[in-house]
Structure formats: structure tokens, C-alpha cells
């Protein structure tokens, strides 16, 4: 059964650090495309960052690049978020995704998500 | 960027009632489209791809239609399980974006 689990969202003040874990079981997450995409209070959908299979590539949304960093271990099937400089806005539920195994970047399976709130 | 603008953003209906939604792209984009649903304080779920693929294990009243710039995702019979909101998303241009989402609450 796949199975996605964040953990690691919390309080942290602004300009403070937060690293979000995404524990995968089921598959390898060698063999896919990793993204995060997060959700503030009551509002859509928005993509964060994703990385590539083997981790040589990375992508970013342009609102988080230079303050968020993605990565894995696929030793441990793990998925990484690491943010800094956080601001109020990035206010939001962060939740780690599997790219599915078709054309396009579609989301097969995600997680529950982890919650994180910037304030003071 | 593309922009994906989703009508209505809320409405109203019956258990039973035959649904449509509607996600216009800002530019062409083929059927490069998804459409998920995500209930209140859970993660979405993946309902179609290549914007009328219907997921593994969704059940065949979800259906979408569409390509260039305007899609529908329809219910053809709403059951009491659907009333959620669903959100449409492009899938090859980054950043990737999503619809505004649109709620379906009981009447």
C-alpha cells in the first residue's frame, strides 16, 4: 500500500527555519518525481518545488526560491522540505506528493499534510 | 503562467442531481488537465488526468471533457460521498498551477 507521512510543520516565527519530512512506504521514491504543494487557510492549490528521481534536478515556484530547499534521501524513502526566511504568508498546510507514472505532472498519491504557521 | 479560472466556485445541489463544473485555461493546452477532490481537512484525490482519463478506482459517474482552453468535469448522479470541492490543475507548464476550486454543498 502506498502511504505518504509528513511531519516536522509547526509554529516558527518569521524569518525563523522549519525542515518538513515526507516518510514514503509502498514504492521507492528513487523511481518518481517528488513534489510539495501547499494550501494556506481556506484558499487553492499551490505548487512549492519538486526533484527529480535520482535528485538532479529541482524546481521551485518563484515565491519560495532561494528560501526553500527540496531534497531526498532514497536510502530512508524520505522527502525533504527545508525552508528559511519564513514569512506570514507561507502560512500553509505543506503536502508531499507522488508524481504518477503518465504524461504530464500529475498527483497519484499524496499525503495528509503537515501544518505550518508563521508568527510571532 | 498559466492561469486556470474554475466556474462556478460554489454551488448548490440534490443527491442525484447531474453536475458540471468548468475550468478555462488562459492559453491552449491541449488536454493537459487534471481534476482532483478534496474533502474539508484531507488531502485531494486524483479523479482524472489527460483531462478525460478517468483514475484507477473513481467511480465512472466522474467524467471530464474538454481541450484547448475550456474543460468540464461532470457528476452525472450526486452522491452524498461527493459534496466536496474539486480544484483543476494544468500539468506541463511550471510553475503548475491550479483552479480556484469549486465547493458542491447539499441543497
Known amino acids: 500500500e502506498v502511504q505518504l507521512v509528513e511531519s516536522g510543520g509547526g509554529l516558527v516565527q518569521p524569518g525563523g527555519s522549519l525542515r518538513l519530512s515526507c516518510a514514503v512506504s509502498?514504492?521507492?521514491?528513487?523511481?518518481?518525481?517528488m513534489h510539495w504543494v501547499r494550501q494556506a487557510p481556506g484558499k487553492g492549490l499551490v505548487w512549492v518545488a519538486r526533484?527529480?528521481?535520482?535528485?538532479?534536478?529541482?524546481d521551485y515556484a518563484d515565491s519560495v526560491k532561494g528560501r526553500f530547499t527540496i531534497s531526498k534521501d532514497n536510502a530512508k524513502n524520505t522527502l525533504y522540505l527545508q525552508m528559511s526566511s519564513l514569512r506570514a504568508d507561507d502560512t500553509a498546510v505543506y503536502y508531499c506528493?507522488?508524481?504518477?507514472?503518465?504524461?504530464?505532472?500529475?498527483?497519484?498519491?499524496w499525503g495528509q499534510g503537515t501544518q505550518v504557521t508563521v508568527s510571532s | 503562467d498559466i492561469q486556470l479560472t474554475q466556474s462556478p466556485s460554489f454551488l448548490s445541489a440534490s443527491v442525484g442531481d447531474r453536475v458540471t463544473i468548468t475550468c478555462r485555461a488562459s492559453?491552449?493546452?491541449?488536454?493537459?488537465l487534471a481534476w482532483y477532490q478534496q474533502k474539508s481537512g484531507k488531502a485531494p484525490k486524483l479523479l482524472i488526468f489527460?483531462?478525460?482519463t478517468l483514475q484507477s478506482g473513481v467511480p465512472s459517474r466522474f467524467s471530464g471533457s474538454g481541450s484547448g482552453t475550456e474543460f468540464t468535469l461532470t457528476i452525472s448522479s450526486l452522491q452524498p460521498e461527493d459534496f466536496a470541492t474539486y480544484f483543476c490543475?494544468?500539468?506541463?507548464?511550471?510553475?503548475?498551477?491550479f483552479g480556484g476550486g469549486t465547493k458542491v454543498e447539499i441543497k
Open positions: 506528493a507522488r508524481e504518477a507514472a503518465v504524461p504530464g505532472t500529475v498527483f497519484d498519491y
Open positions: 509502498g514504492f521507492s521514491c528513487s523511481n518518481y518525481w
Open positions: 526533484i527529480q528521481a535520482d535528485g538532479s534536478r529541482t
Open positions: 492559453q491552449g493546452i491541449s488536454n493537459s
Open positions: 489527460a483531462a478525460s
Open positions: 490543475q494544468e500539468l506541463n507548464n511550471y510553475p503548475l498551477t
